[in-house]
Nanobody, 123 residues
Framework: QVQLVESGGGTVQAGGSLRLSCAST????????MGWFRQAPGKEREGVAV????????DYADSVKGRFTVSQDNAKITVYLQMNSLKPEDTAMYFC????????????????WGQGTQVTVTS
């Protein structure tokens, strides 16, 4: 059983930075892929960034490329999302997610979810 707990959200001014963390439990085989998603009020949830737990391969949504960086610790237990140059349109609830297949860039496969952490960017 995979459990995911996010932390690190908050309110920041446009142009600022935040670092989100996702602590995970469960076997690494159950969470071969880890990802960050977000959902803004009135919008559908969208994929932001993913990372392969075994090889560290990453992928990003076009809207965050060059500004966000996903990484994991050496123990492959905690996944981070470093968010720089934040914009008001980045305001959303951010969720950590995981799944057990090898296809990390297939957003629809993510089936383990955390409770989310709120990120608010003010102009």
């Amino acid at each position: 059983q995979v459990q995911l707990v996010e932390s690190g959200g908050g309110t920041v001014q446009a142009g600022g930075s935040l670092r989100l963390s996702c602590a995970s439990t469960g076997s690494i085989d159950s969470r071969k892929c880890m990802g960050w998603f977000r959902q803004a009020p009135g919008k559908e949830r969208e994929g932001v960034a993913v990372i392969g737990s075994f090889d560290g391969t990453t992928d990003y949504a076009d809207s965050v490329k060059g500004r966000f960086t996903v990484s994991q610790d050496n123990a492959k237990i905690t996944v981070y999302l470093q968010m720089n140059s934040l914009k008001p349109e980045d305001t959303a609830m951010y969720f950590c997610a995981a799944h057990s297949s090898w296809r990390c860039d297939t957003w629809s496969l993510y089936n383990y979810w955390g409770q989310g952490t709120q990120v608010t960017v003010t102009s």
